[in-house]
Nanobody, 120 residues
Framework: QVQLVESGGGLVQAGGSLRLSCAAS????????MGWYRQAPGQQRELVAA???????NYADSVRGRFTISRDNAKNTVYLQMNSLKAEDTAVYLC??????????????WGQGTQVTVSS
């Protein structure tokens, strides 16, 4: 298992930038997939950005070209750099770790979330 703690959220003007951090309690090197989700009031939780241990990344269409997911294995930390923020990016952002159990199953682990509010 792994514990995840997000930080870096806040209030920012449209067009501004924020960098979110997700600190993990252990090495993230062997975790199958690390990702950032977000959930706005009345909306389903959606995957914003993710990377796999194999180095693949993917992004939601709504953020592609503006957001970048990165990692620092030495610090057990995943980042989400958010540029050109829009009001519709306002949400609680959650760090996610997906860990397989070796039986074709997986478990998701979540941070507590950090609020990002973009004013227009």
């Amino acid at each position: 298992q792994v514990q995840l703690v997000e930080s870096g959220g806040g209030l920012v003007q449209a067009g501004g930038s924020l960098r979110l951090s997700c600190a993990a309690s252990r090495s993230i090197f062997s975790i199958g997939r690390m990702g950032w989700y977000r959930q706005a009031p009345g909306q389903q939780r959606e995957l914003v950005a993710a990377y796999t241990s194999g180095g693949s990344t993917n992004y939601a269409d709504s953020v592609r070209g503006r957001f970048t997911i990165s990692r620092d294995n030495a610090k057990n930390t995943v980042y989400l750099q958010m540029n050109s923020l829009k009001a519709e990016d306002t949400a609680v952002y959650l760090c996610n770790a997906r860990i397989t159990d070796g039986r074709s199953r997986y478990s998701d682990y979540w941070g507590q979330g950090t609020q990002v509010t973009v004013s227009s």
